[in-house]
């Protein structure tokens, strides 16, 4: 069974106009910090339901994203060398991690929050993304955060 977390890179013109209209609720919430999101979702005219059910699912895809911060979230098995081996693939991308916190594993796995710098060397984003959920002993992986 495939999982359900999946990168694609999808047109413009293929979205629903939903998904547009949450990213632009997005992008007006961080270019006004004092704007609500209520106030948002009513200038773009979409529902708060639709923002909350898309808010997390959906960014622009940057192609000039070096410079960058991205900070990603991983629930890893507690197996000798895993941690190494997803520190392997960034490295391997040419990626600079910035930040690594691993929480104590619970029933046999553990939280990993990993921030990274996007060099103009780094290679593609989503391929070392999809790589790193590929390995065994990867249950989920989530972009938390990008700047």
Known sequence: ??????????????????????????????????????????????SRSSFYKYKEDIFPFNDKSQGRTITIMVQIEDTPGLLSSVLNHIAQYDANILTIHQTIPVNGVASVTLSMDILPATGDIAAMIADIEGLSGVHYMKILARE
């Open 1 to 46: 069974m495939e999982k359900d977390n999946k990168y694609y890179v999808v047109k413009k013109k293929a979205l629903p106009e939903v998904l547009l209209k949450v990213v632009e609720v997005n992008r007006l919430l961080e270019c006004n910090k004092s704007m609500t999101i209520q106030e948002a979702t009513d200038t773009v005219g979409i």
